[in-house]
């Protein structure tokens, strides 16, 4: 049998080999265990020796050649033997750092570690702590209307939970005031001194008789609600509008701003009145500071806005300082987003009093719960012809029915009644609205 | 319960066992003669009780290492003493390529049941005499590492050490020496690989070890009056780390600061920061905070060398900083 | 000696010598990795002093230790099957050429750090002293490994415990590639003397010899007489390692030494002259070794490579409950151990 003499592994870290020299030729006798060629590796020149007897029938490998280790660079046979057809073809020249002959089988252990998948977050990227975006994840928050109490804005699970608490998706009175302007300490927290009394579950909107778990936003509604109930002393106070001087107005305004696409409301109206009576009044824009009441500097009007799942509270700031045109059109844009549940942080929070506007359901007249931490809540019910006595005689007018909730500990009967008066008047002569 | 130091606490360990396993043998330097027993008395009194087992060996510590190593093979569950961790960089070659591999590469023909016990620390004696190895010998497979911080743990955990059937690096500290602790009268074992909630708190997980679990502690005791519950892990066993521990401490409280004597480069701290972020990401809510010492060579002068180690005051500083969002 | 002893110290030398030159050829051809420390030359000392001891005497020995797990009776398909990283080898595969053992037959490994086992070996002395066993342990260690910390700290413990061991310096004239006179600033038995500890110069290509002073020391060693140190003259015929181009020793030098061949010199001077074999006895003998040391290559060649989910074997040989190492459960490898993991599995 003809033995084949490769390119011997000569060192652990040897992945190839030159011929040097060879020491034999063509023909000559070798024994095993005698040198027959030098081989140069990148550390040194070393001898091989043959590992088999006979004779060098053929060197495929010529010096100056680079071999792979493991290929084959001569034969050694018996006398007299004939070398068989299949004489290997001369070594590919090794290229570069061609792998050894043998890999050993280790794919396993080899394999890369996996890249981890890096996802490039824009610059708009929003900066919370992992424990915050997971719980936010699991409530179904989106982080950007949570502000960040951390460095550079960073938001913490505190920050999620004060959100949670207090303003996810805001209800009628889901909000707590923003930092400007700023109330005292003591009516900003809204957690409640008696812990909420179990009440008793909205009515079920699934299987007649089945158990609807609460959302995050009715625990939300119903800690708040019971909370207000219990910690504010309630009164209340109905007046009835005229509303048709108003009614004509706004469809000269809306005739006139027509091509600007602008549409105001009875509400744009009603929020615009309510907003300059309070510049009047203010002590009913002002919260219950435990040892004081803190009245606020700016006129922040809430507005309770219908959204699929329930209701949000959206803000009009600096609404005494705004014309009609632009509360109309801020409300709209407002609105919008709460629908779509892309509002923004300066959309929500911080009012200093609340309009809750249920005129498109026609109702004859509401009370509603005061939105802590403000002093006062405005329900607004349908405008109507209604038979009115106008100089003894029966006549039909469009009226409106308005009832005033206040805080008592803000507030008594006859100031809030003058200040619902007040608003009642600049809606009565609306030209005091846009003048 | 009554009181005890934690040098005598190990003292009564060595007695117990050798009371009991009579293959149980103490070499090390002056661990007989010098100042009636040990450089720091751990062993004072032993070699009388149990002649011919508590035996003084050259100042060669490869080789009270290495005769440690072949008598454990040979059926002795010896207890080598290191004077200071310092020393053991002598040894270093026969514990990283000889004590650790013997088990895995002979595949299971050999084990080593043997104890190195050698205090870590400072006390005024300067860059070679005063550091920390503690990341060192918990990098190095097949090891286990123990670093106990009271005279309970110490005495449980040493018990085990010399029962256990693979060789432990016992690593205690000459500023806990002295301290004093509750230990009971009866038997007991603590095992290895399993961490201890010194304090159990709510607001952030103080992850620490050895002499940092004793100023951690006390550290824990300011901030308790500021308002902030701190929960306090300490390991005991720095290889194999209990993971699962750590992990639900700072599940629980979100936030998590590891305290370690050494340096901070390469540090165990690293490697325990790293395993939070990897196993426990969705529960931060602040970076992984490392409180360690400098990392300059420990200089002799009085106030270099106390700023150079953290003490608990520099614990109740993270921590504040920590609540104070300022990670 | 009996005749059949004779004989199987001759087979044994004959057995090393072809596996090694097997062994070789398997490098060579990539069979096996790393280094590959070959003990041509060096037979008569592992033989020899085997021949010695006592089955259960126990034997340390250094990273050039195939020759010794061979005459201490390991098979040669386990040698070679370890030499190729199998799991039929004596470790499994995991401690290659330079890590045999065989604890069942007190051969208690190859150590590869140089002078790092002869503390270990100290210790076994130890053991035994302790326990009263009457072991006696050998440690065979290279010329190189006498000039190095842990040399000096053993030979001190030894003779001041007064230890039973007999410390067997190989002394092949190189430390790896560096001559006796230049690594060594004294006589080898001078370093013994600086001890005061008995010791011998042996002709350590003479298995007789050999067998003979390892006799002596071990005789001492169990009557109380404490270490002895044997500084055995041989060389090695091949280069340090496979990776040795072994240019700094000369032709002639290296033809000197292989006038002295153990193995030739055995049969030459003892089994052919005492007229206790023929040449066709020694024919059939070689014969036999040649096809034990080919079954040895296909056995290896065949074996499995240890599976993968054995990797955390014997990490700990008590094992800790709910272990992580590297901060992942321990798991076979393929199941991403690797890999760092997320905890949840």
């Excluded at chain 1, 190839?16 to 020149?45: C, F, N, S, Y």
């Excluded at chain 1, 590992?51 to 018996?78: C, D, M, T, W, Y």
């Excluded at chain 1, 705004?322 to 987003?337: G, P, T």
């Excluded at chain 3, 990283?85 to 290659?96: E, H, L, N, P």
Aim: proline share 7%; net charge negative; glycine share 8%.
């Amino acid at each position: 049998m003809p033995t084949n003499i490769t390119m011997p592994q000569m060192g652990f870290d040897m992945t190839e080999g030159t011929i040097a020299a060879w020491l034999k030729k063509e023909g000559d006798m070798v024994t095993r265990g005698e040198p027959i060629a030098e081989i140069e590796t990148d550390k040194t020149t070393i001898q091989i020796e043959a590992f088999a007897s006979g004779v060098l029938r053929k060197i495929i490998a010529q010096p100056g050649q680079r071999v792979p280790v493991g290929e084959v660079i001569a034969i050694i046979a018996e006398p007299g033997e004939n070398l068989e057809e299949s004489t290997p073809a001369p070594p590919a020249q090794a290229q570069g750092t061609s792998a050894p002959a043998s890999q050993p089988p280790t794919a396993a252990l080899n394999a890369p570690v996996i890249a981890s998948g890096t996802v490039v977050e824009g610059a708009d990227r929003i900066i919370a702590t992992p424990v915050a975006r997971r719980i936010a994840q699991e409530h179904g928050i989106d982080l950007r209307l949570v502000k960040g109490s951390g460095p550079e804005g960073r938001i913490t699970k505190a920050d999620v939970e004060a959100f949670l608490a207090t303003m996810q998706k805001p209800t009628l009175a889901v909000s707590a005031p923003a930092p400007e302007p700023a109330p005292a300490p003591a009516s900003v927290a809204p957690t409640p001194i008696v812990p909420p009394q179990p009440v008793p579950a909205p009515a079920p909107s699934g299987v007649p008789g089945a158990k609807q778990p609460l959302t995050r936003m009715r625990q939300t509604i119903a800690a708040r609600m019971v909370a207000s109930k219990q910690q504010v002393p309630h009164f209340y106070i109905t007046v009835s509008v005229e509303m048709d001087a108003a009614l004509a107005l706004r469809e000269q305004i809306n005739a006139a701003l027509k091509s600007e696409g602008v549409k105001v409301s009875i509400n744009d109206m009603v929020i615009r009145a309510a907003a300059l009576a309070l510049r009047r009044f203010p002590n009913l824009n002002a919260s219950f500071a435990g040892d004081g009441i803190q009245q606020h500097s700016s006129v922040n009007i809430g507005v309770a806005v219908s959204v699929p799942d329930g209701l949000v509270t959206v803000t009009v700031r600096d609404a005494d300082t705004k014309s009609l045109k632009q509360i109309s059109q801020e409300m709209v844009a407002l609105a919008a987003r709460a629908r779509e549940g892309k509002m923004l942080p300066s959309d929500y929070g911080g009012q200093t009093f609340t309009i809750s506007n249920l005129g498109m359901y026609g109702v004859d007249n509401f009370l509603a719960i005061v939105n802590q931490p403000d002093a006062a809540i405005l329900a607004v019910a349908t405008a109507q012809p209604m038979p009115v006595v106008r100089e003894g005689q029966i006549v039909i007018r469009t009226m409106m029915n308005m009832t005033l909730s206040g805080d008592h500990r803000v507030t008594d009967g006859a100031e809030a009644a003058q200040f619902l008066n007040e608003v009642k008047r600049l809606l009565e002569n609306p030209w005091g609205l846009v003048l | 319960m009554p009181e005890i130091t934690y040098r005598e606490a190990l003292k009564r360990a060595l007695r117990e066992e050798m009371q009991r396993d009579p293959t149980v043998v103490i070499w090390g330097e002056d661990v007989v003669a010098y100042a009636g027993g040990g450089a720091y008395g751990v062993t004072a009194g032993l070699a009388k009780e149990f002649p011919g087992r508590v035996r003084d060996t050259p100042i060669a510590e490869e080789a009270i290492v290495g005769v440690g190593l072949g008598a454990a093979m040979g059926g002795l569950r010896p207890v080598c003493e290191i004077m200071t961790v310092n020393f053991t960089l002598v040894a270093w070659d026969q514990i990283v390529n000889h004590v650790a591999k013997q088990s895995h590469m002979f595949n299971g023909q050999i084990k080593v049941p043997m104890v190195i016990r050698t205090p870590n620390g400072h006390g005024r004696t300067a860059a070679t005499h005063s550091q920390n190895f503690d990341a060192w010998f918990a990098s190095i497979p097949s090891l286990k590492v123990v670093a106990p911080a009271t005279p309970y743990d110490a005495k449980g955990l040493l018990k085990t050490a010399i029962r256990d059937d693979d060789p432990v690096i016992f690593l205690e500290h000459l500023q806990l020496y002295s301290t004093r602790g509750e230990v009971p009268d009866e038997e007991y074992l603590i095992p290895i690989g399993e961490a201890d909630y010194k304090r159990r708190g709510k607001d952030l997980s103080i992850i620490t070890w050895g002499r940092m679990t004793i100023e951690s502690l006390k550290a824990a005791r300011i901030l308790a009056e500021e308002g902030i519950d701190v929960e306090i892990v300490d390991l005991r066993t720095l290889r194999p780390l209990d993971v699962p521990t750590i992990l639900e401490s700072v599940r629980k409280t979100n936030r998590a600061i590891v305290v370690e004597e050494g340096w901070r480069t390469g540090g165990l701290g690293a490697e325990i920061a790293a395993t939070i972020q990897e196993q426990a990401f969705n529960y931060l809510d602040a970076p992984v905070a490392r409180v360690a010492g400098l990392e300059v060579p420990m200089p002799y002068a009085r106030n270099l060398e106390r700023a150079t180690i953290p003490f608990a005051e520099d614990v109740v500083e993270a921590a504040r900083a920590m609540m104070r969002n300022e990670y | 000696m009996d005749r059949e002893s004779l004989i199987s110290l001759y087979r044994q030398m004959l057995l090393i010598r072809v596996f090694e030159d097997r062994a070789a050829e398997m490098y060579a051809k990539a069979k096996i990795a790393g280094f590959l420390h070959l003990y041509n030359g060096q037979e008569a000392i592992a033989v020899g002093a085997v021949s010695a001891l006592n089955p259960d005497d126990e034997i340390v020995v250094n990273y050039r230790d195939h020759g010794w797990a061979l005459a201490r009776g390991c098979s040669a398909r386990a040698v070679m099957a370890e030499l190729f990283g199998r799991a039929t080898g004596t470790t499994g595969g995991r401690g290659g050429s330079m890590h045999l053992v065989d604890v069942s037959r007190h051969f208690w490994g190859g150590y590869a750090i140089v002078g790092g086992h002869l503390p270990l070996a100290v210790g076994l002395g130890v053991a035994a002293q302790y326990l009263g066993t009457g072991r006696v342990t050998l440690c065979s260690m290279g010329d190189g490994s006498t000039n190095i910390g842990t040399f000096h700290a053993a030979m001190n413990w030894a003779k001041l415990w007064n230890v039973p061991v007999i410390f067997v310096v190989e002394n092949n004239q190189y430390a790896m590639g560096t001559a006796y006179e230049v690594h060594s600033a004294v006589p080898m038995l001078t370093k013994a003397a600086g001890y005061d500890m008995y010791a011998e110069e042996v002709d350590g290509m003479d298995v007789m010899a050999v067998r003979e002073a390892v006799c002596r020391a071990a005789e001492r060693a169990r009557n109380g007489l404490g270490p002895s140190f044997l500084n055995m003259v041989t060389y090695r015929f091949r280069g340090h390692s496979m990776a040795d181009p072994d240019v700094q020793r000369s032709k002639e030098e290296i033809a000197e030494w292989r006038k002295r061949d153990p193995i030739t010199r055995f049969a030459d001077e003892v089994l052919l002259k005492r007229g206790l074999v023929t040449q066709a006895d020694l024919d059939a003998i070689r014969k036999s070794v040649e096809e034990e040391v080919e079954d040895a290559i296909q056995f290896a060649d065949q074996s499995p490579e240890p599976p993968l989910e054995s990797l955390y074997d014997y990490i700990y040989m008590q094992p800790v409950s709910n272990m992580q190492i590297g901060g992942s459960l321990i798991r076979p490898p393929k199941l991403g151990g690797r890999v760092a993991p997320n905890g949840k599995r």
